[in-house]
């Protein structure tokens, strides 16, 4: 059953973000935050894991926020609203643990990252929980979700590289600051592999700050989402090895070996380019041939 695109609207001012609408009745019904989908575009499309940013029971739609990174991910933002998507499977994956806590919650979302922790910030509210949202980019234009996370933090920071929004910075400034005035009960951090790396480095408890239990989570290391591939696998400190789409995608940042992660993060860039360069000649070619034949 083929899945309508309800909405579509671009982010920020990079021109390859956009947050995505499906009508994924059956879906919506048992999403929650920490939880995936499968998305197959046509018969001969790869199989896309993408995180649900945000889900509405009663319009039975799912959100989500996709980055064009190569061909795949460019297929599906040239789609439009009405466009139907071929499969989607979910949710899939571990759904985070919900419940009261007795001190605040921080939250941090760095780049497209920022969409994951909207809905973990969201039900950990609805649960009483106060929440510190800090969200980092690289600059002004790079920022999203900013009102959304509003409306599910009881504090806001900002910080991007170059101080055009918020703080001049990265986000474990705040975070040490946070840190050195109160007591928190867990950190939540999505994001670019550096920025989870940092901010378990600043929770572990080695340095002069406590120890705050921290989850991080690794969405974006996935590939086809079914534990089969092995791509998303990834080490701990104790040389054991578990996999992101079984175990998580959201895990104990102090266990992830994360200078191994670090090495392996970028060893399909080459592929993603060349595909999404064949893409490119093809569209063009097309256009081309459609011009030739007007
Ligand atoms: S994404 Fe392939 S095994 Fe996890």
């Known amino acids: 059953m083929p899945y309508e695109i309800l909405e579509k609207r671009e982010l920020g001012s990079s021109g390859a973000i956009y947050e995505m609408v499906l009508h994924t009745p059956l879906i919506a019904k048992k999403a929650h935050a920490g939880n995936f989908v499968l998305l197959r575009i046509n018969e001969t499309g790869e199989r896309i894991p993408l995180t649900i940013a945000d889900y509405n029971r009663e319009k039975g739609t799912i959100t989500m926020i996709i980055q064009v990174v190569g061909k795949s991910t460019k297929l599906i933002c040239n789609q439009n609203v009405g466009d139907q998507i071929l499969d989607v499977v979910g949710p899939l ?21 920022i969409a994951p922790c909207y809905l973990q910030a969201k039900e950990l509210r609805d649960a009483g929980n106060e929440i510190i ?68 480095l600043t929770t572990n408890g080695t340095g002069d700050l406590p120890k705050v239990k921290t989850f991080v989570s690794l969405n974006t290391i996935m590939v086809d989402g079914t534990g089969m ?29 994360f200078n191994n ?34």
Request: with cysteine; proline share 3%.
């Open 93 to 113: 994956g571990n759904k985070i643990h919900i419940k009261k806590y007795d001190d605040p919650i921080v939250v941090i979302g760095g780049g497209i990252g």
């Open 229 to 257: 591939c092995g791509s998303c696998r990834f080490s701990t400190i104790d040389g054991d090895i578990q996999f992101a789409c079984v175990d998580g995608p959201d895990v104990d940042a102090h266990i992830v070996d």
């Open 133 to 200: 949202t800090i969200l980092g980019a690289r600059s002004r234009g790079l920022l999203i979700w900013k009102e959304k996370m509003e409306t599910v933090s009881d504090q806001l920071i900002i910080t991007t590289d170059d101080g055009s929004e918020g703080m001049k910075g990265v986000v474990t400034d705040p975070l040490k600051k946070i840190m050195q005035k109160r007591k928190i009960s867990l950190v939540i951090a999505i994001g670019p592999l550096i920025m989870m790396k940092y901010v378990a």
């Open 261 to 294: 992660l670090l090495k392996r993060a970028h060893r399909f860039l080459d592929q993603e380019k060349e595909s999404l360069e064949c893409y490119n000649n093809e569209c063009r070619a097309l256009e081309q041939l459609k011009r030739e034949v007007v």
